[in-house]
T-cell receptor, first 112, second 118 residues
Framework: ELKVEQNPLFLSMQEGKNYTIYCNYSTTSDRLYWYRQDPGKSLESLFV?????AVKQEGRLMASLDTKARLSTLHITAAVHDLSATYFC????????????FGKGTKLTVNP | DGGITQSPKYLFRKEGQNVTLSCEQNLNHDAMYWYRQDPGQGLRLIYYSQIVNDFQKGDIAEGYSVSREKKESFPLTVTSAQKNPTAFYLC?????????????????FGPGTRLTVL
């Protein structure tokens, strides 16, 4: 059974600081997704990482995937308040199956 | 503009009632999904369908039923057998190939339905 663990689950940081969210998963997969959710809202797709060593960047967010370590990271650079949200990683249950298992999410709060 | 719609936004159910949540997409996506989200939790897969007239159980299908009679529609019924249905329900869809702003193999989510049992 595929398990996906994110840490930390809660993250409070100051504007301008850098931090990394980690996503570990338990079985082989080469497809990983990052989503953002604002309070009371739906999920917004941020990144899809499809191969070992994949790196994607948009604005102050950068995601990477190491399939050998079964680890993805979401790095936040010079955080701003607008980044406050809950971030989920999701892993393809079996590569190409389109059946995703989600982590519990990391609630990020960026303080002025 | 294409997208995924869910209705209603809020739904209240009495004990013993069945209720149906609507999910429609005009993205021409083949695959559709239903997830449940409880407070402070990730999403858990209820049912999914990769093609019309076919669907598969997810991890928590008990007490739920679905149909997929049309490509664009994937309604979810929460039956009275579901003992703890209060949650946020999210529908998603995906396709094999990239089309415009929608990437291949990525699930895109509707706005959700918040179901409360009275």
């Amino acid at each position: 059974e595929l398990k996906v663990e994110q840490n930390p689950l809660f993250l409070s940081m100051q504007e301008g600081k850098n931090y990394t969210i980690y996503c570990n998963y338990s079985t082989t997969s080469d497809r990983l997704y990052w989503y953002r959710q604002d309070p009371g809202k739906s999920l917004e797709s941020l990144f899809v990482l499809l191969s070992n060593g994949a790196v994607k960047q948009e604005g102050r967010l950068m995601a990477s995937l190491d399939t050998k370590a079964r680890l993805s990271t979401l790095h936040i650079t010079a955080a701003v308040h607008d980044l406050s949200a809950t971030y989920f990683c999701a892993v393809d249950y079996r590569s190409g199956s389109e059946k995703l298992v989600f982590g519990k999410g990391t609630k990020l709060t960026v303080n002025p | 503009d294409g997208g995924i719609t869910q209705s209603p936004k809020y739904l209240f159910r009495k004990e013993g009632q069945n209720v149906t949540l609507s999910c429609e997409q005009n993205l021409n996506h083949d695959a559709m999904y239903w997830y449940r989200q409880d407070p402070g939790q990730g999403l858990r897969l209820i049912y999914y369908s990769q093609i019309v007239n076919d669907f598969q159980k997810g991890d928590i299908a008990e007490g739920y039923s679905v149909s997929r009679e049309k490509k664009e529609s994937f309604p979810l019924t929460v039956t009275s057998a579901q003992k703890n249905p209060t949650a946020f329900y999210l529908c998603a869809s995906s396709r094999d190939g990239t089309s415009g702003r929608f990437r291949a193999d990525t699930q895109y989510f509707g706005p959700g339905t918040r179901l409360t049992v009275l």
